[in-house]
């Protein structure tokens, strides 16, 4: 009944004080400036009657004139109705002014009759409207007449009726009056926050709930299309063979990693729900360990890495729970060989604890890398659901953010924790502690049978090799996920010469070792993204010619712009349709033949237009300068042109052939040639002179070779001509 009262007065004040394009917040400033000064009217009222029944007639007076500015303020407010900055300012200026001229006429501060607080009222009014301009006019305006007040107060009058009991009666209502409005304030803000803090905290709960019980709903609807894809999977490879089976076998495993990440989904939201039961069963925690780091042993072999085991006691019986310790070993491994470069060490130890507060005994199992590590300011997070860690010298390393909260969870269940130690470039330590205890029956501990053992990086099944044909364009796969690569390779061998790399760093690499005619590179890798070997590549005069395409899981607006600001020449999504993947190599290589045809046809003249021409003309007018020094010359050849240039042969070769469809050598022949034929056209010296003059140290090879080239002799060209 209260609230419907309150909201019929609000929705009073808002007729009273509304005037068209009013917005929300404009009408809440009127309605609060409105509802202060009727504040003031009333206290100035009870006050201006308790002055007569005190016989306070100068007093009075002044009350009055407040009284009436109150007064006008309001009645303005409600007549005009439009909303004026300066109207405000001038009123509470006003207000404050005549304040401090009433007190210094009543003799100071001291013997004001508390009228401070009536100013002080008004600064208050301009802090809770959220106007800083007016507080700060208010407050300068309260400070200044603070100071004037206390500075003249030698040399005022005392009103003598108001003194004594009388003024500290009116201080103590004053005082009084402006302490309860300020604890109202205070209250009302005080409650407020709780009440949204509280809100706040039971909508996001809300939320979570809401997002778990979505996101485990959504995993749930994963598992049947999974089953059909490795039931049919299955039965397409028992009646195939060959290149077939390869191909199930793929589409099985990678089904088997999505069941995996579906099945931690599901994981994580039993245990938010508390259904997650843990069952023990006592045995060698020795032998167990040993099992899990065996079933790494290939993957690490797959990566080049050392992986070692070392247990410091013999024998450990103890309560087991295989299942979630298997898991949380397994995601510690696999991070650990997954973050470890090519070469590099994992070292998996067994120790029982040693200094331990606890009753029971304590034993620790030690991952440690000599990876990448994680940056010091991260490592607080990391056990942190979906928390990625983002490293600027390892950019988009693989990952969903579940496996180390999944861990931790695992390790509360079965009343254990985990602690980790990195230094960023040299490896991470994480260390499991449990307790050891041994209540469980004796029983038989195995490994699950539906562990992953990382198949994205396990060997690729061997298919058949094609022999590729010498003349097909070089394409260069730049993508970490092997089983990609794999496939693209297997999609592409048949037009193209393929080279793989497996990271940006030997993708730009073996660009500027071997120039390859086209480079189809992924994004996010670590090491070197994609965007930056566009950049690195298109940059360097040795590569910049060749088209790249970016193949890239990250499909937004904002990510292809970026793709193309950094020189990629086309963008692709995964997942690719493999029909567009081909075309769009296919255009880009006729675009790449169509642009040598230009080169070539303006090969001494004006460069043709095109991409990354200043690059590509400024290469050639160093190749046709060196000759233009050294044509003359009969022994200046490839060997000479490509260490003029400051390049390897091979780069030489491949930079011409992909510009102008000529190798070095046939480059080298037609330039010689041009000259030929422009002697030949403005001279009249004869054919064996102009040979030897152009570097031809044998005259009948110049003369095939110019008939070669220009389809005509040297004697026919120049009679036709005449």
């Known amino acids: 009944m209260m609230m419907k009262q309150f909201s019929a007065i609000g929705n009073w004040l808002t007729r009273l004080v509304f005037y068209k394009n009013d917005n929300p917040e404009l009408i809440i400033r009127k309605k609060f400036f409105l509802i202060a000064n009727l504040i003031a009217i009333l206290l100035l009222s009870c006050l201006l009657a308790l002055s007569h029944i005190l016989d306070l007639k100068n007093f009075g007076s002044y009350l009055f004139m407040l009284l009436i500015c109150n007064l006008a303020q309001s009645l303005l407010l409600v007549i005009i109705r439009k909303w004026s900055k300066w109207f405000i300012y001038s009123m509470f200026s006003l207000y404050v002014v005549l304040i401090f001229y009433i007190i210094i006429r009543l003799g100071g501060l001291a013997n004001s009759a508390g009228l401070l607080m009536a100013a002080y009222f008004f600064l208050l009014t301009s802090q809770w409207m959220q106007d800083t301009k007016l507080l700060l006019l208010t407050g300068a305006l309260f400070v200044v007449g603070v100071l004037v007040a206390g500075i003249s107060y030698p040399y005022l009058t005392v009103d003598s009726n108001l003194s004594g009991w009388k003024n500290n009666l009116f201080f103590a209502i004053n005082f009084g009056w402006i302490g309860l409005l300020l604890a109202v304030a205070l209250y009302s803000t005080i409650v407020k926050s709780e009440n949204a803090a509280k809100n706040r905290a039971e909508q996001l709960q809300q939320l979570g709930a809401l997002k778990s019980k979505l996101y485990a709903n959504i995993a749930h609807e994963f598992r049947p299309p999974l089953t059909l894809i490795k039931g049919n999977a299955a039965e397409i490879g028992e009646h195939h063979a060959g290149e077939t089976v390869d191909r199930t076998n793929r589409i099985i495993q990678n089904a088997d990693k999505i069941l995996f990440l579906v099945n931690q989904m599901l994981d994580l939201s039993k245990i938010e729900e508390g259904g997650v039961p843990v069952r023990y069963v006592q045995g060698d925690l020795i032998v167990f360990i040993r099992f899990v780091v065996d079933s790494f042993q290939g993957y690490a072999d797959s990566r080049k890495i050392g992986l070692h085991y070392q247990a410091l006691c013999p024998r450990l019986m103890m309560d087991i729970e295989a299942e979630k310790l298997e898991a949380s070993l397994s995601n510690l491994l696999s991070n650990a060989i997954k973050y470890t470069p090519e070469g590099g060490n994992v070292y998996v130890t067994v120790r029982l604890a040693a200094g331990t507060n606890k009753p029971e005994q304590q034993v620790e199992i030690s991952v440690r890398d000599t990876g990448i590590g994680i940056p010091a300011d991260q490592l607080d997070k990391i056990f942190i659901r979906f928390y990625r860690v983002e490293d600027k010298h390892y950019p988009y390393q693989e990952g969903t953010g579940i496996g180390l909260t999944l861990v931790s969870e695992y390790l509360k269940l079965m009343n254990g924790t985990i602690r980790v130690t990195s230094n960023p470039g040299a490896g991470s330590e994480f260390v499991v502690t449990l307790p050891v205890t041994q209540n469980a029956e004796p029983g038989e501990v195995v490994l699950r049978k539906d ?114 600001e950094h020189g990629a020449d086309a963008y692709l999504t995964k997942p690719f349709d493999k029909k567009e993947l081909m075309a769009c190599l296919h255009n880009l290589f006729l675009q790449r033949e169509i642009l040598r045809i230009k080169f070539r046809s303006a090969l001494f003249d004006k460069l043709a237009d095109e991409k990354n021409t200043e ?108």
């Open 451 to 564: 562990a992953p053992v990382l198949g994205e990086k396990a060997p690729l099944p061997q298919t058949e090799k094609k022999i590729p044909l010498p003349n097909l364009p070089r394409l260069l796969i730049i993508e970490d996920n092997r089983e990609l690569t794999g496939y693209l390779a297997g999609l592409l061998d048949s037009k193209y010469q393929l080279l793989t790399a497996e990271n940006g760093i030997l993708g730009t690499q073996k660009a500027i070792a071997h120039i390859p005619d086209i480079i189809l590179s992924d994004v996010m890798m670590p090491g070197k993204d994609g965007y930056q070997v566009c950049t690195e590549l298109k940059n360097d005069f040795r590569t910049n010619h060749i088209p790249i395409v970016l193949l890239t899981a990250r499909a937004d607006t904002d990510s292809r712009i970026t793709g193309y």
């Open 615 to 722: 690059l590509n003309g400024r290469f050639l007018g160093r190749v046709t300068g060196c000759l233009e020094r050294n044509y003359k010359n009969d022994r200046y050849g490839i060997a000479s042109l490509y260490s003029d240039m400051g390049i390897s042969r091979v780069q030489l070769h491949r930079k011409l052939t992909a510009l102008t469809g000529q190798s070095a050598s046939n480059f080298i022949r037609s330039f010689r040639l041009q000259k030929a034929r422009k002697l030949l056209l403005e001279t009249d010296r004869n054919v064996s002179d102009i040979a030897y003059e152009v570097g031809f140290a044998d005259a009948n090879y110049f003369t095939k070779a110019f008939t070669l080239e220009y389809g005509l002799t040297a004697s026919e060209l120049r009679k036709s001509f005449c």
